[in-house]
T-cell receptor
Framework: DAKTTQPTSMDCAEGRAANLPCNHS???????VYWYRQIHSQGPQYIIH???NNETNEMASLIITEDRKSSTLILPHATLRDTAVYYC?????????????FGEGTQLTVNP | DAGVIQSPRHEVTEMGQEVTLRCKPI?????LFWYRQTMMRGLELLIY????????DSGMPEDRFSAKMPNASFSTLKIQPSEPRDSAVYFC???????????FGPGTRLTVL
């Protein structure tokens, strides 16, 4: 799976948009971009995933650049509960299963 | 649905003892994953099953670790004998299909003294 690079930490003011970047310059055509987050002392939680097109769900939006070498996860109105480590994962979908390889992620701190 | 259930939530044991961690996945999920998380190594995949069959156990650190899935609603991860370096949080996760989201359990915090 392609390697990803994320900033170690970011801060965001409550109520503002949080934009979390991820670089994946070696991504292949059949690799998807996934985002998970892990709130302290909990298991990771799926947020969103995409291949080429931008995606939006009730939690966040995922913007993937046209060359697919980078992406941005957007939390439109961050709350204190969004404080967590956010993982950007690039992975190929295998017919026999699908592994997630977690990196170090970005520690997002939402401040009041 | 109660989500993925793991037990125990906390386990403290002494070096050399056998430890068994348990997982009950969400009904209908055909994939089950065991992960381990430590400060040093982050979140690592240990093994995963598809339809109760182990598919990839390359992440299992040593022969001291073994995992089973006797049926679709239950899996165990066993460490025998346990060592202090096995101290970590162990997560079980499940999913349906090869590319859908994985649902993680709350984890078992294992401390080996």
């Amino acid at each position: 799976d392609a390697k990803t690079t994320q900033p170690t930490s970011m801060d965001c003011a409550e109520g503002r948009a949080a934009n979390l970047p991820c670089n994946h310059s070696t991504i292949s055509g059949n690799e998807y971009v996934y985002w998970y987050r892990q709130i302290h002392s909990q298991g990771p939680q799926y947020i969103i995933h995409g291949l080429k097109n931008n995606e939006t769900n009730e939690m966040a939006s995922l913007i993937i650049t046209e060359d697919r070498k980078s992406s941005t996860l957007i939390l439109p109105h961050a709350t204190l509960r969004d404080t967590a480590v956010y993982y950007c994962i690039v992975r190929v979908l295998e017919t026999s299963g699908s592994r997630l390889t977690f990196g170090e992620g970005t520690q997002l701190t939402v401040n009041p | 649905d109660a989500g993925v259930i793991q037990s125990p939530r906390h386990e403290v044991t002494e070096m050399g003892q056998e430890v068994t961690l348990r997982c009950k996945p969400i009904s209908g999920h055909d994939y089950l994953f065991w992960y381990r998380q430590t400060m040093m190594r982050g979140l690592e995949l240990l093994i995963y099953f598809n339809n109760n069959v182990p598919i990839d156990d390359s992440g299992m650190p040593e022969d001291r670790f073994s995992a089973k899935m006797p049926n679709a609603s239950f899996s165990t991860l066993k460490i025998q004998p346990s060592e202090p370096r096995d101290s970590a949080v162990y997560f079980c996760a499940g999913g349906y299909g090869s590319y859908n989201e994985q649902f993680f359990g709350p984890g078992t915090r294992l401390t080996v003294l």
